[in-house]
T-cell receptor
Framework: DTGVSQNPRHKITKRGQNVTFRCDPI?????LYWYRQTLGQGPEFLTY????????KSRLLSDRFSAERPKGSFSTLEIQRTEQGDSAMYLC????????????FGSGTRLTVV | KQEVTQIPAALSVPEGENLVLNCSFTDSAIYNLQWFRQDPGKGLTSLLL?????REQTSGRLNASLDKSSGRSTLYIAASQPGDSATYLCAPAGTASKLTFGTGTRLQVTL
């Protein structure tokens, strides 16, 4: 169990470019979550997967955002045509299926759009 | 919609003090509640997980209590140390274990 791994740790991109982040969850965890955190705020829910199925998306996730979890293993979060307002820390977490289990978070990917 | 409030927003204490961080939430229909620690620019580290049927959990110098009916949780830190300096976040879990976070309590423990 090596924990939840996120790559890259930091990403600086120009406005209008596309970016993709990757999350590798704990291998036996069925559920995978993406959250976004801006400076001075708590994380906000974006979307979650149960195995390979994306079961819920927040209204925060505009149509420029897309997430996948092929084969129920790692997940990717892509942002198209980035805007300065997309600058934030993107956090991934995983957990076992079932509401009695807690989360394990990764270290996050910090995105800066210039 | 769940809303979470954490008080105080910031706290500075001398080393060795015992302290209490407060968390309140508006929707008592939760499955569990987690307390996390976040160091500047880093991810979240889970400290304690309390199931909805439990009243408290302890880990070392940390003790968390939960009163689901009144929508309150507290995190007690005994004998604080400079290494405890961080932001502390509470997060109740609703359906599909989605977490709702407050803005946290920023703790500084001074020598």
């Amino acid at each position: 169990d090596t924990g939840v791994s996120q790559n890259p740790r930091h990403k600086i991109t120009k406005r209008g470019q596309n970016v993709t982040f990757r999350c590798d969850p704990i291998s036996e965890h069925n559920r995978l979550y993406w959250y976004r955190q801006t400076l001075g705020q708590g994380p906000e829910f974006l979307t979650y997967f149960q195995n390979e199925a994306q079961l819920e998306k927040s209204r925060l996730l505009s149509d420029r955002f897309s997430a996948e979890r092929p084969k129920g293993s790692f997940s990717t979060l892509e942002i198209q045509r980035t805007e300065q307002g997309d600058s934030a820390m993107y956090l991934c977490a995983s957990s076992h299926l079932g509401e009695t289990y807690g989360y394990t978070f990764g270290s996050g990917t910090r995105l800066t759009v210039v | 919609k769940q809303e979470v409030t954490q008080i105080p927003a910031a706290l500075s204490v001398p080393e060795g003090e015992n302290l209490v961080l407060n968390c309140s939430f508006t929707d008592s229909a939760i499955y569990n509640l987690q307390w996390f620690r976040q160091d500047p620019g880093k991810g979240l580290t889970s400290l304690l997980l309390i199931q909805s049927s439990q009243r408290e959990q302890t880990s070392g110098r940390l003790n968390a209590s939960l009163d689901k009916s009144s929508g309150r949780s507290t995190l007690y830190i005994a004998a604080s140390q400079p290494g405890d300096s961080a932001t502390y976040l509470c997060a109740p879990a609703g359906t599909a274990s989605k977490l709702t976070f407050g803005t946290g309590t920023r703790l500084q423990v001074t020598l």
